[in-house]
Structure formats: C-alpha cells, structure tokens
C-alpha cells in the first residue's frame, strides 16, 4: 500500500460505478467490464490544485468532465477557462482531454476549469523523471546477472533462466515501452519490434482509423500532436530498458531480454531538450492499451498524483493491461514518500525495486 494525496474537509465529492470507469462507445474497442477489479476512485474536486514546488508541463493540464456532460456545457467550460485548443482525448476514459494552456496561467486555468460544476476534475500535466542509464551487458560472461540467480555473490537475480525452460515469450503479445524513445533498428530489438500492420507506410493516411498518421513503430508523445518516429534522441534509456524486456535471445547478439519473443511497441516521452524529464505517458499508455498492448513498462517516477494516469491505469483493467512500473533507486519507503505511477493502489500495477547483484536494494 503506497502513500495516498489526501482529502480536504470541504469537498464536492462524486463517486462513479465500475461502467464508469472505462469508456464503451470506441469503435473497435471491447472493453470488459467484469474485468475491472478496482472501484471506481471518489473524486473531491477541492483536491485538485497546484502546489508549490510540483513539476509539470507549463503549456498543457488535464481537465475530465462529469460523464454525460453535454457538448455545449464543455465547451462553456473551456470558454471559462479560456481555452481555445484541445490537444487530446482519451480513447478509455470518457470525458478525460489535455488542453493547451498559457505557460503564465495554469494555476489559475485550472481553478476557472474547477469553478464550472461540469467539470470532474482538473490539474497539471505531471512530469516525472526517468531511472538512472544502465551499461549493455551479456549473458554469456555473467556480467547480465539479472537474468540469473541460484547461488554465489550474484544471487540476486530474476532466475529468468529457469522460466526460459518453460516459455520464452510470445510474439502474440505485445509490451509497450514508455520511456525515451527506442532504437528499433537495434539488432537485438529489429526482430521483435512491434509493426503496425493495418498501417501503409508513408501514404499520409490514418488507415487504422486510430486517431495517429503512419504509426508504423509506435509514436513520439514527447511534443504534440507528436509524430511518427520514436526514435531516442537525447538518451539510450527506453532501448535499454527496451532490451531488457525483449531483447531477441539465442541469436548470439549482444543482450538476452526476459522475454525472447513479443513485440516491443516504442511510445516515445521525453521532455523536448531535456534528458531529465518524462512528458505525457498517460497519453501513451491510452495509446497503447487501445492499440493492444497487453503490457506497458514504466521505468520512471515522480512524486505526484496524476489523477488522468491513475483513471488510465483503472481503465485499462478493462482489457486485461498489466502496467509494470519502477519503485525508484533513491532507497526510499514509499509507503511515506510515494513514487507514482508504481504507488497507485490498482491491482494491475506491479512495483518493481531496482536491486544489486547480491540482492540489496540498489
């Protein structure tokens, strides 16, 4: 159980059914009700504002509407807040948009949003930071001792090995990297990279009616409306982190992932000229549970709430999505200092602590 954001004395408050929680009106998507295992959050709109020393976007925030909110009513609200331009809307959750807003005005944005009785909730597009580089080690040599275990000074490891005599992965499955960008012409990446099939390359045409032009490998969220190639400009991290989970294996290549064969869909989110940061991954988590990721890695952190990823995450209970996030590398007991998104207290959440070759937290 992870550290919660409190709940002010006077509220308004809005508690919603499971039905609620995911949106069931996408052409294509069939989202299972019976499958959501978490309740509904409740929602105090008195919570939503901007603290001091919080770290976000200066040019967008998330707004969510109450479901069913007329077209005319949002766009009163948008009027109130003086917003002219919505960059995005959430494919699972209804209601859930990011607007662009004056990089002067958010605070005060985001209280004319929550002023309108319409609105559910509003606040800043959180950032968070990515986890630390690591090097590209093999596993012949024993120097990728993560994948190992059992016995001796490098006993701290996944025992990967072991699962590798039972199931090496799929290529039916696809795991969506949400990190900084991945090289997917790596060769250890090349053969298990995700190709977006009902796509024509280059044509200029959104042929999977998905909302997203030629996204053949993924997409960059790192600006928007974003592009096309998620390529790593500043940082190896996601192909790092990209190897990791599915590196080809017995192809005497370099690495060996947990999983020898999946397809890896690269989300690009790193800040625009700045290494330090991660932008925008509630956007690409909706994007890859509506474009069928059963899994997403999520090897960042920051310290707060983000009521839009938290929805996401609910939501996407709904197709099975397992989101596997990291604990942080600070040693830190995040049951008091809580590191989201792997503090979000969602049953499809698996927190995962970084740790040294004999088993101590790294």
């Known amino acids: 159980m992870c550290a919660?954001?409190?709940?002010?004395?006077?509220?308004?408050?809005?508690?919603?059914?499971?039905?609620?929680?995911?949106?069931?009106?996408?052409?294509?998507?069939?989202?299972?009700?019976?499958?959501?295992?978490?309740?509904?959050?409740?929602?105090?709109?008195?919570?939503?504002?901007?603290?001091a020393g919080d770290d976000y976007e200066p040019e967008s925030a998330f707004v969510r509407f109450l479901p069913g909110t007329p077209d005319t009513a949002r766009g009163a609200a948008?009027?109130?807040?003086?917003?002219g331009d919505v960059?995005?809307?959430?494919?699972?959750?209804s209601d859930l948009h990011l607007v662009r807003v004056d990089r002067f005005d958010v605070e005060?944005?985001?209280?004319?949003?929550?002023?309108?009785?319409?609105?559910?909730?509003?606040?800043?597009?959180?950032?968070?930071?990515?986890?630390?580089?690591?090097?590209?080690?093999?596993?012949?040599?024993?120097?990728?001792?993560?994948?190992?275990?059992?016995?001796?000074p490098s006993h701290g490891g996944s025992n990967a090995e072991f699962a590798w005599d039972e199931h090496r992965g799929s290529n039916d499955i696809t795991i969506a990297v949400i990190d900084s960008g991945v090289d997917f012409v790596h060769p250890d990446l090349a053969g298990n990279h995700r190709t977006n099939s009902l796509e024509?390359?280059?044509?200029?045409?959104?042929?999977?009616k998905n909302g997203f032009i030629d996204d053949l490998h993924g997409w960059d969220f790192s600006s928007l409306?974003?592009?096309n190639i998620p390529l790593p400009d500043c940082s190896d991290h996601g192909t790092h982190v990209a190897g990791t989970v599915g590196a080809q294996g017995d192809n005497n290549v370099g690495v060996v992932g947990v999983s020898w064969d999946c397809l890896v869909m690269a989300l690009k989110c790193q800040t625009p000229g700045d290494c330090n940061f991660i932008s925008n991954a509630p956007l690409a988590l909706d994007y890859a549970v509506?474009?069928?990721?059963?899994?997403?890695?999520?090897?960042?952190?920051?310290?707060?709430?983000?009521?839009?990823?938290?929805?996401?995450?609910?939501?996407?209970?709904a197709f099975g999505h397992l989101v596997v996030a990291a604990a942080g590398n600070d040693w830190v007991d995040t049951d008091v200092t809580p590191l989201y998104p792997s503090c979000y207290d969602l049953d499809n959440i698996i927190s995962v602590a970084n740790i040294e070759d004999d088993g101590d937290l790294y």
Request: charged share 20%.
């Open 4 to 51: 919660g954001h409190g709940t002010p004395a006077q509220a308004q408050i809005f508690q919603f059914s499971r039905a609620e929680a995911v949106r069931q009106d996408v052409p294509g998507l069939e989202p299972r009700l019976d499958w959501i295992r978490d309740e509904a959050p409740v929602y105090d709109k008195r919570s939503f504002r901007v603290l």
């Open 78 to 83: 948008h009027a109130l807040a003086g917003i």
């Open 87 to 93: 960059l995005w809307t959430s494919r699972l959750v």
């Open 108 to 152: 005060q944005t985001i209280q004319r949003y929550l002023d309108h009785p319409d609105t559910l909730y509003a606040e800043p597009s959180y950032r968070a930071r990515p986890g630390l580089d690591s090097n590209d080690p093999s596993f012949v040599d024993g120097t990728q001792w993560g994948m190992q275990g059992g016995q001796g």
């Open 200 to 208: 024509v390359p280059d044509n200029g045409e959104d042929d999977d």
């Open 225 to 227: 409306p974003g592009d």
């Open 290 to 317: 509506a474009n069928g990721a059963r899994v997403s890695n999520h090897s960042y952190g920051g310290p707060s709430f983000n009521q839009a990823a938290y929805d996401l995450i609910l939501a996407s209970q």
